[in-house]
DNA sequence: TCTGGGGTCCTAGGACCC
DNA sequence: TCTGGGGTCCTAGGACCC
């Protein structure tokens, strides 16, 4: 904990909704549900308008549907979003060399690295100045920006900020503004942590006080413990981290239907590996270990991992242990989630040759012909399209060969809806080809 | 029609080494 | 002539965060 109210945290307000409404005017104001449509989808990010029924993040799509029926049903354009965050970050980057990206939309910033410390005033001066640019700039979004002595309170701040607010905890007065808050508002402290606590009477950080180490300790563990016990007392002296290394990679998929044919799932622990390699390439890394992760029908998981003695960032590798991991498992019950990860990550490659005596060199198989998680069409609600005669607009919904396509840009009013035959020729996929991020980047 | 995907960190037990 | 002790690495599972 500082003597200053030196970070800063900044959270953009439902940020991939936002970012929805921006670009299509005819949902401003209205009920906006971004994430996955199919079966076992969950809600990423809902509008503040969806949040009034009861709809919020990580909960299953179809609980969403029942509650806010009438919203906005969109998967979401990541690309869009890494746009309009990378510009944030850089209005960030413009207050100070150490930023600590959190997530797209959720940042630190330590503003003792500036000059001599700010002030209360000038600080939310500064917050001020700051949301306006992040208005100005992302064409309207909104975020809320929170000052304290510490990551931790910083943090706090801005959730009391939210939406669309500042909060300043000024030094001295942290330990009365957490006191009546949740326990559960503590990063940390999750479902199983909270119903631990409850059972020793805790509900809210000021009962958290009153529990001593030894307590916390023998409860939550040792490093849990002591952690919990000091950020209770607002005792926080983490740095704001500029650079993070990246410890592993992965990538899974839900199936639509639980999968039980172990040759399919082979074919997709082969193409996750591609996947993986992919971005480990990408980071000019190797990898020294590769987990293999199942979740069966009942929701349990498992996984199964093996370390080389050198690390790879060969295909090959990666796959051929991956099938082998998921062979050990029995997979006759139906598997609802299959992943592939590295971890162990290092620099150099220290790749002994005996390693592996790759299997029948077998073919190769394109990344097309290998099985994909498929949701409904190939025309996501949300996405961007480009008709030939129409111009931009975005998928309103699609199906029994037909695509339905809204017209409007965030610089037009709500526009006009058409439908299409799904192999329309003056339809396509993706933002208005000539002019990628045109209106995000005026210079 | 319950429960995504990509991460980080912690714990605990066993193997192994000195 | 029953079985110390510390350290490190690996595996597996779980909690948590956005």
Not at 20 to 32: A, I, M, W, Y
Request: glycine share 10%; with cysteine; charged share 25%.
């Amino acid at each position: 904990m500082r003597a200053t109210a030196s970070v800063l945290h900044l959270d953009l307000d439902a940020f991939f909704a936002a970012v929805e409404q921006r670009d299509k005017p005819s949902l401003r104001g209205k009920p906006v549900i971004v994430g996955g449509l199919g079966l076992r989808g969950v809600v990423s990010t809902a509008s503040y308008e969806a949040r009034t029924f009861g709809v919020g993040s990580a909960m299953a799509m179809s609980e969403a549907r029942r509650r806010c029926p009438h919203a906005a049903f969109l998967s979401g354009r990541f690309d869009a979003y890494r746009a309009t965050s990378a510009i944030v970050m850089r209005l960030l980057g413009e207050l100070s060399p150490l930023v600590e990206p959190l997530s797209l939309d959720e940042a630190f910033v330590d503003l003792a690295a500036v000059e001599r410390p700010l002030d209360g005033p000038a600080l939310l001066e500064l917050a001020a100045e700051l949301r306006a640019q992040v208005t100005q700039e992302t064409g309207g979004l909104t975020a809320s920006v929170g000052l304290g002595s510490s990551k931790f309170i910083a943090k706090v701040a801005s959730e009391l900020a939210k939406p669309n607010g500042i909060r300043l905890v000024s030094p001295g007065t942290e330990i009365e503004t957490i006191a009546a808050l949740p326990a559960r508002a503590i990063p940390g402290v999750g479902p199983a942590t909270m119903e631990r606590l409850s059972r020793l009477g805790v509900v809210t950080v000021a009962d958290l006080q009153q529990l001593s180490e030894a307590e916390l300790v023998r409860e939550l563990g040792k490093s849990s413990g002591e952690h919990l016990f000091r950020l209770a007392r607002a005792d926080d002296d983490r740095p704001v981290e500029p650079e993070r290394e990246t410890k592993s990679i992965s990538v899974e998929d839900t199936f639509e239907h639980d999968i039980a044919d172990s040759a399919v799932l082979a074919g997709i622990a082969e193409r996750q590996a591609g996947q993986v390699v992919r971005r480990l390439v990408k980071a000019e890394l190797f990898a020294r270990t590769v987990t293999v992760k199942v979740r069966w029908p009942d929701f349990s998981s498992v996984s199964r991992s093996r370390t080389l003695n050198g690390a790879t960032d060969r295909v090959e590798v990666v796959a051929q242990i991956a099938k082998e991991l998921l062979d050990g498992l029995e997979v006759s019950q139906g598997v609802r989630l299959l992943g592939v990860g590295v971890s162990g990550l290092v620099q150099v490659a220290q790749e002994p040759l005996f390693e592996l005596e790759v299997a029948q060199p077998g073919r190769v198989l394109e990344e097309t012909e290998l099985p994909r998680p498929r949701h409904g069409s190939g025309w996501p609600a949300g996405a961007d399209v480009f008709h030939a005669e129409f111009g931009p607009g975005w998928v309103w919904g699609s199906g029994l060969g037909r695509v339905t396509v809204r017209f409007e840009t965030a610089d037009t009013g709500p526009g006009p809806v058409r439908t299409f035959a799904v192999d329309d020729p003056n339809l396509a996929a993706g933002p208005r080809p000539d002019a990628a991020g045109a209106e995000l980047n005026p210079e």
